[in-house]
């Protein structure tokens, strides 16, 4: 038997289930194999019944050890961030950074956090404000913060998230000229570690302009956040405000050949990354309906350059805020992925959710290309795509809870040659 360690439970890296090419089994009290019982029963009852942790943070010490990913000699600890949100250096949002910080770190107890205001707000000495703030609550293993801000232009809104203290002096602001579209912001940025991130793409009165590709600058997009979600049209929770305009979702993108992995944000304008409460009223024309998305990385450890490295490999889920231990992989590869081969390759999922599984689907090249009803707390499964022909296919796994959570791993892109 391939043994594969999957959720990783302390330092000693003890594992808890097996993983071959028929797919996963999950070990429990009753099948325990000898290398488990070493650490004791008492230990590992403990970790059972932690695993899933009810939707409440633990403690830092403790996170990102609870689950983990492994393939030969990388080993990746989950962690869960918001890279979407306003302090009141935005002009129409409230709260101070040390109250947004605080309540990332305090209160939702999250991992790693950017502060994006709006770049129409933003002046030198908010902008010198965004670099000290992100510097004064960096703690390495601890909390991780990026320097940010909102390109919001009329080609779209983007995150544009820098992964390293080296940022320009001055920002691109959004200006309303053709010459100002995402072309020149990445080669504004093409000097700097940089990335940006498309959200609200089809949710809001300005949606993504996806004539606009950069698969290196722009590897992830935001799928959800308290504007609902942006996945397809009518794809539940749907928007406050969509726009009728066609091709505008992320599965448009997707199947226009934007690589993107998926991650869940808040766009919160009240300072409450990460916030479970669902509405936020704002001054003028935006409501803000729905709990903050979450997003889940898989990194080596809880470092900026290493949160970096995984945000850059698409090594990420996104979720409507719950949190939950997700693995999905074709062959030997993780979500976020691109690889080609000659036969099809076994697509195994694993998860481990708080609620019951209500449906679990596999969406192929923007369609369901299989689905089932766990209706379980936890759930594996394995299976090949018989009908894969030569050319390039990305798939993706989407879950609905039955408390009516949801959550979507990044896409795996297969080239059939
Ligand atoms: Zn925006
Ligand atoms: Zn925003």
Redesign the pocket.
């Known amino acids: 038997m391939l043994w594969r360690s999957i959720v990783v439970l302390n330092e000693v890296n003890t594992f808890f289930g097996t993983h071959t090419a028929e797919g996963y089994s999950v070990l429990t009290r009753g099948n325990l194999p000898d290398s488990i019982k070493i650490i004791g029963k008492h230990f590992l009852k403990k970790a059972i019944d932690k695993i899933f942790p009810p939707d409440i943070p633990v403690s830092h010490r403790d996170k990102g050890k609870l689950y983990g990913l492994m393939r030969s000699d990388q080993q990746f600890n989950l962690y869960w961030g918001d890279l979407h949100g306003h302090s009141s250096l935005s002009t129409e949002a409230v709260g101070s950074p040390d109250e947004y910080y605080d309540y990332a770190r305090t209160s939702r107890k999250l991992d790693f956090v950017a502060l994006t205001d709006h770049d129409y707000s933003m002046t030198p000495a908010k902008w010198r404000i965004i670099r000290d703030k992100a510097a004064e609550y960096y703690q390495p293993g601890v909390f991780v913060t990026f320097i940010a801000y909102?390109w919001?232009s009329h080609f779209g809104?983007k995150v544009v998230l820098f992964g390293s203290t080296e940022v320009p002096e001055t920002i691109m602001v959004r200006a309303r000229t053709d010459e100002a579209n995402p072309h020149a912001l990445w080669q504004f940025l093409d000097q700097y570690q940089a990335l940006t991130i498309p959200?609200?793409t089809l949710s809001?009165q300005v949606t993504t302009d996806w004539s606009y590709q950069n698969n290196v600058l722009q590897p992830l997009v935001e799928i959800y956040s308290k504007h609902g979600s942006c996945e397809f049209p009518g794809s539940p929770p749907v928007p406050y405000k969509i726009s009728s305009t066609p091709g505008k979702s992320v599965i448009d993108a997707l199947n226009a050949g934007h690589r993107l992995g998926f991650i869940g944000c808040s766009?919160t304008h009240c300072s409450k990354p990460g916030s479970e409460k669902s509405m936020e009223l704002l001054t003028h024309r935006l409501v803000l309906k729905y709990q903050s998305g979450l997003t889940g990385i898989y990194a080596e450890n809880l470092t900026r350059p290493k949160i970096w490295a995984a945000l850059l490999a698409r090594r990420t889920f996104a979720t409507t805020g719950v949190r939950l231990f997700l693995d999905f992989r074709i062959g030997d590869h993780f979500m976020g992925e691109q690889f080609s081969t000659h036969s099809a390759q076994t697509i195994a999922v694993w998860v481990e959710a708080p609620a019951p599984i209500e449906l679990l689907e596999i969406v192929k090249n923007g369609l369901v290309f299989y689905s089932e009803n766990p209706n379980d707390l936890s759930t594996s499964l394995a299976l090949k795509d018989a009908a894969s022909e030569p050319g390039t296919c990305y798939y993706y796994l989407r879950l609905t809870l039955q408390d009516g959570h949801r959550a979507w791993s990044s896409p795996i892109w297969v080239d059939y040659v």
Do not use: A, P
Request: glycine share 0%; charged share 30%; net charge negative.
């Open positions: 909102e919001t809104h959200h609200h809001f766009d």
